[in-house]
């Protein structure tokens, strides 16, 4: 009993004081993968310690049953808890309950988790097949258009449309964006997938379906959500620029072109600034736009200068710091509790 306490101890602050101080590091998105990265760390962090713990629970009701029954007796009621009482035919029964109730619960939440996975699964298949049956390639990018009138662009993870492209662009996202818009655009969805940022956001949320009433789950599942928009939003601007981005993202989420000189000074680190048309095809479900999550945030975000590399190195030695201390602290106690 004694080597589980520290680990759910270490588990349990992780999982409610940790994560209103790691969302000030990574609020600004100064070294998004990074602050991406100790979410995610802390996440695993809770999940193995915990692991660990059950496993030296359970291995100390394999070796000895009766002293553990009998600490848990006396932790509950002190002097009180007798022989007879730890011993009786009511006292196992009791404990019997508890542990069905307990294993109960972890299969609630293995099955919440699940359902929340497969679900996200089933609906990136359906994307996948009306892109497939309905679109149309958009020569030298590699995307699929779908006619549809509303803005909107994403990506289609796996192999689904390994053939033709994972990208779809709408005709209506088309009809407001220029070139250098609709690189960045399409850089953007790359970014998200050789990240694998569909799948991360997944798990996240999966997390938060099974342990709804857990802060480090239920926050962290946004705050990876706005990372990972962030982490491919940094990665678009490197290929295309900060204004066009900046510009895509507003013109999508309005549905109106937006000139790129509007919003700042022109780019001169993407390809010239030329509009573009493009093909028309048939119609996609609304909800995965490039531009759906947090977009004034993220256009401020562009339009600010890059953090100086103070800041950058300040903030990138605390989020370094963070995650070394959750990948050493479980080992550690596990080491030397075990």
Do not use: K
């Not at 629970?57 to 394999?62: A, K, V």
């Not at 562009?302 to 995650?323: E, Q």
């Amino acid at each position: 009993m004694r080597p589980a306490l520290p680990l759910f101890s270490y588990a349990l602050a992780v999982a409610w004081c940790l994560p209103p101080s790691l969302a000030r590091l990574t609020s600004r998105g100064v070294s998004a993968p990074l602050g991406l990265a100790a979410w995610l760390c802390a996440m695993g962090s809770v999940l193995a310690a915990a692991g660990l713990g059950i496993q030296f629970l359970f291995r100390t009701i394999g070796a000895d049953w009766p002293s553990l029954s009998r600490a848990l007796c006396r932790s509950v009621a002190g002097n009180a808890c007798t022989p007879v009482v730890y011993r009786s035919a009511l006292y196992e029964l009791g404990v019997a309950v508890v542990a069905l109730a307990v294993t109960a619960a972890a299969a609630l939440a293995l099955w919440r988790y699940g359902r929340r996975v497969q679900g996200a699964g089933r609906r990136s298949r359906e994307h996948a097949q009306v892109a497939r049956i309905a679109g149309r390639a958009l020569a030298g990018t590699g995307a699929l258009v779908l006619d549809d009138p509303r803005p909107a662009a994403y990506c289609v993870p796996g192999r689904a449309l390994a053939r033709t492209g994972p990208i779809v662009v709408t005709s209506g996202a088309l009809a407001v964006l220029d070139a250098p818009q609709l690189a960045a655009v399409l850089a953007h969805e790359r970014a998200h997938l050789a990240g694998r940022h569909h799948a991360i956001v997944t798990a996240t949320r999966g997390l938060t379906a099974a342990f709804p009433a857990v802060p480090l789950f239920t926050r962290g599942a946004a705050e990876v959500a706005r990372l990972t928009e962030m982490s491919a939003d940094d990665a678009a601007a490197r290929r295309a620029g900060r204004g066009p981005l900046a510009a895509a993202l507003l013109a999508i989420a309005t549905g109106t072109a937006v000139p790129t000189t509007t919003l700042c000074p022109p780019d001169t680190s993407g390809p010239p600034h030329t509009p573009l048309g493009g093909p028309h095809v048939s119609g996609v479900p609304r909800g995965l736009a490039a531009a759906g999550y947090a977009v004034p945030a993220r256009v401020e975000r562009m339009l600010r200068p890059p953090a100086r590399p103070l800041l950058r190195a300040v903030v990138g030695l605390a989020l370094a710091t963070v995650l070394a201390g959750l990948i050493l602290l479980p080992a550690v106690l596990a080491a030397v509790t075990g």
